[in-house]
């Protein structure tokens, strides 16, 4: 579906089929917020980061588009470094950022992801993170949205919900509003039986976190 799909579905049921009431300008906010709101809940797309390993550089910056972390691993090998939470990294090793050498742990911290040991080494692209992304904003009405299109169904209930509170019908914003909230549990059951949903994530792993590993 596009953007134009979008905005007929949504005036139409809406009974503006000219968009006098409900504008372009308007219904292109809630088709972007609704899109990203789908993305982050259902986590339907995945986006993976190339990191340039620098000499003595523990942390680096994640794209903009990033929302949760699925895996991290070496680009060539595909061999896969350990998530450990950052708290219990410096907890337990105090002075982590002075051990040196090939990183095997990863942590996320902010906007950033950090490595350990601290690279003692330059190399372009050596490890690739692989993430949730947010997708691309629509701007034209031919724009199509990112989401999958079992999802676009979806977003139509969510411009419904803010239609109808633009035109302050509230009962149907509250109707359309569940609506919403329910389709988005379904589609998170179908973004894992998706063929694109990632089959490694940080979650199945069975390394544990021990100061003896510094």
Same mark, same amino acid.
């Given at each position: ?9 949504? #005036?139409?049921?809406? =009974?503006? #089929? ?7 300008? &308007? ?6 917020? !609704?899109?990203?709101? &789908? ?7 995945? !986006? ?20 949760? /972390? ?10 896969? @470094?350990? /998530? ?12 982590? #950022?002075?051990?040196? =050498? ?9 906007? *950033?992801? !950090?490595?350990? /040991? ?8 050596? &490890? *690739? ?29 969510? =411009? @419904?919900? #803010?239609?109808?509170?633009? @035109? ?16 988005? @549990? ?25 100061? *003896?590993?510094?």
């Amino acid at each position: 579906m596009n953007l134009d799909g979008f905005n007929r579905r949504v #005036r139409n049921l809406c =009974g503006d #089929r000219d968009g006098v009431l409900l504008e372009s300008e &308007i219904t292109l906010d809630w088709a972007n917020d !609704g899109q990203e709101d &789908i993305a982050k809940t259902i986590k339907c797309l995945v !986006g993976t980061n190339p990191v340039d390993l620098v000499t003595g550089t523990s942390e680096y910056s994640l794209p903009a588009d990033w929302v949760e /972390p699925i895996a991290a691993f070496e680009t060539t090998s595909k061999t896969r @470094l350990y /998530p450990v939470d950052y708290v219990a990294l410096e907890r337990s090793v105090p002075d982590w #950022r002075k051990s040196t =050498g090939i990183p095997y742990l990863y942590f996320f911290r902010n906007n *950033s992801v !950090g490595f350990y /040991p601290v690279p003692n080494f330059d190399a372009v692209s050596y &490890i *690739s993170v692989e993430y949730y992304r947010l997708p691309v904003s629509v701007s034209d009405p031919g724009n199509v949205f990112e989401i999958p299109e079992y999802a676009c169904k979806t977003l139509v209930e969510y =411009g @419904l919900w #803010r239609a109808k509170e633009f @035109l302050e019908d509230y009962e149907a914003a509250g109707y359309y509003k569940d609506a919403y909230n329910f389709k988005l @549990l379904q589609n998170i059951e179908e973004a894992q039986n998706s063929s694109t949903y990632p089959l490694i994530q940080d979650v199945d792993s069975d390394y544990s976190w021990d100061s *003896s590993d510094a």
